[in-house]
């Protein structure tokens, strides 16, 4: 059975940093792509970033490019993102997101979801 675990929440200044862990377990996901996405109160669930386990490219939302990384640990089986100067539009439960073969921008396309993890950015 797939599981997937975030950690790393939490209430921030804005300027800050944070970063978020995706524990992964319950199948080989070495042919499987990795998403993080965020949804607000009263907002859609908005795609953030993905990266494919394989060959570790990455895209993102554009208001996060340069501010936020994605990564991966195949040893470990975990992916991470790493935020940097927080601003208060990021607060959001953010969740991390696996499907098959390539990355997509796309919730709809993504089979497995973890229970989220709540990032809150004051001001």
């Known amino acids: 059975q797939v599981q997937l675990v975030e950690s790393g929440g939490g209430l921030v200044q804005a300027g800050g940093s944070l970063r978020l862990s995706c524990a992964a377990a319950g199948r080989t996901f070495s042919n499987y792509a990795m998403g993080w996405f965020r949804q607000a109160p009263g907002k859609e669930r908005e795609f953030v970033a993905a990266i494919r386990w394989s060959r570790g490219s990455a895209v993102y939302l554009d208001s996060v490019q340069g501010r936020f990384t994605i990564s991966r640990d195949n040893a470990k089986n975990t992916v991470y993102l790493q935020m940097n100067s927080l601003k208060p539009e990021d607060t959001a439960v953010y969740y991390c997101?696996?499907?098959?073969?390539?990355?997509?921008?796309?919730?709809?396309?993504?089979?497995?979801w973890g229970q989220g993890t709540q990032v809150t950015v004051s001001s």
């Open positions: 997101a696996a499907k098959f073969d390539l990355v997509s921008m796309r919730a709809r396309e993504y089979k497995y």
